[in-house]
């Protein structure tokens, strides 16, 4: 099983990025994935799910409002759109798959991790 993650940068607040994360080696359709973030000195953190066919999502309150999850299930890819970019969102970003239909966010009870991809927003 493998996450690639990509799409990472640095910008300007109030600017935008969008995050892909390709997946292979899985039935992508089983799986809920998750985006999470850490920063500098930070316990790894939820920031968005999504279900196995889309229809259900989860945000945290610091990024809701301005990040979208979707997903792609035949191109086995779960996206994230970031607008309104604040230097807070600044982190490196993972995306995880959990096999199953429950949408959860504890970063322990997902089975697959990507390698990350940094995000730098600066004021």
């Known amino acids: 099983v493998q996450l690639q993650a990509s799409g990472g940068g640095s910008v300007q607040a109030g600017g935008s990025l969008r995050l892909s994360c390709a997946a292979s080696g899985l039935t992508f359709s089983s799986y809920v994935m998750g985006w999470f973030r850490q920063a500098p000195g930070k316990e790894r953190e939820v920031v968005a799910v999504i279900s196995w066919n889309g229809g259900t999502t989860f945000y945290a309150d610091s990024v809701k409002g301005r990040f979208t999850i979707s997903r792609d299930n035949a191109k086995n890819t779960v996206y994230l759109q970031m607008d309104s970019l604040k230097p807070e969102d600044t982190a490196v970003y993972y995306c995880?798959?959990?096999?199953?239909?429950?949408?959860?966010?504890?970063?322990?009870?997902?089975?697959?991790w990507g390698q990350g991809t940094q995000v730098t927003v600066s004021s």
């Open positions: 995880a798959g959990r096999l199953g239909r429950l949408v959860v966010t504890a970063a322990a009870q997902y089975n697959y």
